[in-house]
């Protein structure tokens, strides 16, 4: 048991998704595990669940007003005025910029003369560009964390140009660059300029070996009979998750089958008119859409219930076909939702998204389609051979997915 403390690590996540996301989840444990603090800065956002690490030595601050100057901070009930018209132009200008040297700044001084910070890590460029310079402010090392890929030539907008110029110029200097896997590796490198030396690759995946413990979560809330197969497809509802073809094809499938949608929003006032086409169009005989927050428990236990996994990609944008996003094209280790279904020993249904195409090619953990319309057929051959595929789904996480194998890196790097 480790009775001294190493120092603190301050986490810049400028998002409030963060319960969904296992590789900062349990990013924090190895942390604390390995004798330090960790203060995690992020929002919070009522469509998800709130994260709750029942750590003590973990910290969570939501929409603190000194910290990010890129991302979306409620503003305090004292700057809007009568009506509810905010003052947001004098509060991002004037106020933020004067709480955040004033006050944040030196809080941070003084937790750091209390307990030492050992480094700074900031979540794609809107994390980094404010984590960046408190980190040199109090002379201490500074990770980039890219989460998602970003690309000068698909910056459209001025402040998508301005963003991307900062993180390049900005994560040249971080002492190391996360990222997942090989292909987005080889991707950021090309695009920011980074010496590879700096790369550590940690997939977005959780903690612990895979197991197969089938469970009746989802049976349980939503009153599906133990004689249909349950297809999951988790995660955000997006055209670029294919959710709207894939519940087109499902409604189509064998009785024996019935797919669920679920998102861990509260409900589809996010990205609404699409989500609800979805919900409109799905037939409650073969798919349910349901919005439920859960925890990263909860969402095992959910993952458990199911029988197969879905986790198909879109990379190209709606209405156009001439240029993929690479975001998405190159999906490689950065799937949160096919990590959960490997770790829990689902087998998987893949399209041709590079990552996913090559762990299903080298561990026959599941298939890979080309079309939607084949997703019938391969779930029925999934099921002819259920065991085998489940065994290699196991094995397929664990030999790469894995998160501490890969973080443990990390770890040293900031024990040298």
Same mark, same amino acid.
């Given at each position: 048991?480790?009775?001294?403390?190493?120092?603190?690590?301050?986490?810049?996540?400028?998002? &409030?998704?963060?319960?969904?996301?296992?590789? @900062?989840?349990?990013?924090?444990?190895?942390?604390?595990?390995?004798?330090?603090?960790?203060?995690?800065?992020?929002?919070?956002?009522?469509?998800?669940?709130?994260?709750?690490?029942?750590?003590?030595?973990?910290?969570?601050?939501?929409d603190h007003?000194?910290?990010?100057?890129?991302?979306?901070?409620?503003?305090?009930?004292?700057?809007? &005025?009568?009506g509810?018209?905010?003052y947001?132009? $004098?509060?991002?200008?004037?106020?933020?910029? @004067?709480?955040?040297?004033?006050?944040?700044? !030196?809080?941070?001084?003084?937790r750091?003369?209390?307990?030492?910070?050992?480094?700074?890590?900031?979540? /794609?460029?809107?994390g980094?560009?404010?984590?960046?310079?408190?980190a040199?402010?109090?002379g201490?090392?500074?990770? $980039?964390?890219?989460?998602?890929?970003?690309?000068?030539?698909d910056? +459209?907008?001025? !402040?998508?140009?301005?963003?991307k110029?900062?993180?390049?110029?900005?994560?040249?200097?971080? /002492?190391?660059?996360?990222?997942? /896997?090989?292909?987005?590796?080889?991707?950021?490198?090309?695009?920011?300029?980074?010496n590879?030396?700096k790369?550590?690759l *940690?997939?977005?995946?959780?903690?612990?070996?895979?197991?197969?413990?089938?469970?009746?979560y989802?049976?349980?809330?939503?009153?599906?009979?133990?004689?249909?197969?349950?297809?999951?497809?988790? &995660?955000?509802?997006?055209?670029?998750?294919?959710?709207?073809?894939?519940?087109?094809?499902?409604?189509?499938?064998?009785?024996?089958?019935?797919?669920?949608?679920?998102?861990?929003?509260?409900?589809?006032?996010?990205?609404?008119?699409?989500?609800?086409?979805?919900?409109?169009?799905? =037939?409650?005989?073969?798919?349910?859409?349901?919005?439920?927050?859960?925890?990263?428990?909860?969402?095992?236990? +959910?993952? /458990?219930?199911?029988?197969?996994? @879905?986790?198909?990609?879109?990379?190209?944008?709606?209405?156009? #076909?001439?240029?993929? =996003?690479?975001?998405?094209?190159?999906?490689?280790? #950065?799937?949160?939702?096919?990590?959960?279904?490997?770790?829990?020993g689902?087998? *998987?249904?893949?399209?041709?998204?590079?990552g996913?195409?090559?762990?299903?090619?080298?561990?026959?953990?599941?298939?890979? *389609?080309?079309?939607?319309?084949?997703?019938?057929?391969?779930?029925?051959?999934?099921?002819?051979?259920?065991?085998?595929?489940?065994?290699?789904?196991?094995?397929?996480?664990?030999?790469r +997915?894995?998160?501490?194998?890969?973080?443990?890196?990390?770890?040293?790097?900031?024990?040298?």
């Open positions: 048991m480790i009775t001294k403390l190493r120092g603190r690590i301050g986490i810049f996540y400028p998002w &409030g998704n963060l319960e969904t996301l296992p590789c @900062l989840r349990d990013a924090a444990m190895l942390l604390v595990n390995s004798g330090y603090t960790v203060e995690f800065y992020t929002l919070h956002e009522d469509d998800f669940p709130l994260p709750d690490f029942r750590q003590e030595r973990i910290t969570v601050i939501t007003p000194g910290v990010f100057t890129q991302a979306g901070v409620k503003l305090p009930r004292w700057t809007f &005025g009568r509810g018209r905010p947001s132009w $004098f509060i991002t200008k004037c106020c933020r910029p @004067l709480w955040r040297q004033f006050f944040f700044e !030196r809080e941070l001084c003084r750091h003369a209390a307990l030492p910070y050992k480094c700074f890590i900031g979540m /794609d460029p809107e980094l560009i404010d984590a960046a310079p408190l040199k402010r109090l201490i090392p500074f990770i $980039f964390w890219s989460l998602e890929l970003r690309f000068a030539e910056s +459209l907008t001025k !402040r998508q140009r301005t963003l110029t900062q993180e390049i110029q900005i994560s040249r200097q971080a /002492d190391i660059v996360i990222i997942q /896997d090989k292909w987005r590796a080889k991707a950021i490198i090309e695009e920011n300029g980074f590879p030396a790369i550590m *940690v997939p977005n995946s959780p903690i612990g070996k895979a197991r197969r413990a089938p469970g009746n989802i049976r349980e809330q939503l009153g599906i009979p133990p004689n249909r197969k349950i297809v999951l497809c988790a &995660g955000t509802i997006r055209w670029w998750a294919m959710s709207q073809e894939i519940v087109e094809a499902a409604n189509s499938w064998p009785e024996n089958y019935i797919l669920v949608m679920h998102s861990r929003q509260r409900s589809y006032t996010y990205g609404s008119e699409y989500v609800k086409k979805i919900v409109e169009m799905a =037939d409650p005989q073969h798919v349910i859409v349901t919005f439920h927050p859960t925890s990263s428990e909860e969402y095992r236990s +959910l993952v /458990d219930s199911a029988d197969i996994g @879905l986790a198909l990609y879109n990379p190209f944008l709606p209405m156009s #076909s001439a240029k993929p =996003d690479r975001n998405l094209e190159f999906m490689g280790f #950065s799937s949160g939702k096919l990590a959960a279904y490997l770790h829990c689902l087998p *998987v249904i893949v399209n041709q998204s590079t996913p195409k090559e762990l299903i090619n080298e561990y026959h953990c599941g298939i890979c *389609v080309t079309q939607l319309s084949e997703i019938s057929n391969a779930l029925g051959t999934i099921l002819k051979h259920y065991d085998e595929y489940s065994a290699n789904a196991c094995r397929c996480f664990n030999e +997915l894995e998160f501490s194998q890969y973080f443990i890196k990390v770890i040293k790097w900031l024990e040298e």
